[in-house]
């Protein structure tokens, strides 16, 4: 009893403040949500220390797991994006091998690396989920993107890579069949909850918007803003910053 008291106490009821903290700082609660929203998330990182006799810490010692693949993983594709055809904050294109070379590291941890702080069984089911997700959604996403978006037929070229690629370190895993199998009404359930959880978001939106009154028209600009707008867009074509 004391065991459940203490992970309540010490893993979720920092996770719930933690997601309750996230919310707010998204939507701008304050900024005295940063600093809470942050010693949460320290709470439940350390819970397999504070709270080792409890079962509920194999998440976060999964959570340990996952981040040492993840995290190369997540900086070589946002490397691979923003070397790209972005509109904002474009890296060099040097930036774009060294990408690459982050992603095949994090496949190959998939492939080969033993778990270090989780368990087998859960970092074999964690690593197949994670792979046969990708695929699945990618594929998936690659013939959606052809069948509807002809004129950028060649954007479709990282969707087919990913999903091959994962597929491939399926396969070199050894994924047993009946892991695989065990798999699939889970990867369904996890992809189908994500889809109802954004539609009740949406829906919460709709909601919100449909009792929001009606915005009230604005008055019209006085003479002084109209001469101080043309002012302004005058001077931008020669580059001289007007006074505001």
Request: proline share 7%; net charge positive; aromatic share 6%.
């Amino acid at each position: 009893m004391q065991a459940e008291a203490n992970a309540a106490l010490l893993l979720w009821l920092p996770a719930l403040v933690l997601a309750l903290a996230t919310l707010n700082v998204i939507g701008r609660g304050g900024r005295a949500w940063k600093p809470v929203a942050l010693a949460a998330l320290v709470l439940v990182l350390l819970a397999p220390l504070t709270v080792p006799s409890s079962d509920s810490t194999a998440a976060v010692l999964l959570m340990w797991e996952a981040s040492i693949v993840t995290g190369p993983l997540v900086l070589g594709l946002v490397l691979i994006v923003f070397t790209g055809d972005v509109a904002v904050g474009r890296l060099p294109s040097a930036w774009r091998f060294v990408g690459a070379v982050l992603v095949l590291l994090s496949a190959w941890m998939l492939v080969a690396r033993e778990p270090t702080f989780a368990s087998v069984e859960a970092w074999n089911r964690f690593a197949t989920a994670l792979l046969a997700g990708v695929v699945s959604v990618s594929a998936s996403l690659a013939v959606l993107h052809m069948a509807y978006i002809p004129r950028r037929r060649s954007r479709t070229t990282p969707l087919i890579v990913a999903a091959v690629t994962s597929a491939a370190a399926l396969r070199l895993r050894g994924v047993e069949g009946s892991l695989a199998i065990g798999m699939v009404p889970e990867l369904a359930g996890m992809l189908l909850g994500a889809c109802l959880a954004l539609l009740v978001v949406l829906a919460v939106v709709w909601v919100f918007e449909r009792r929001m009154p009606e915005p009230e028209p604005l008055p019209p600009p006085t003479p002084e803003a109209l001469a101080r707008a043309a002012h302004i867009i005058s001077m931008r074509p020669r580059g001289v910053q007007a006074d505001e």
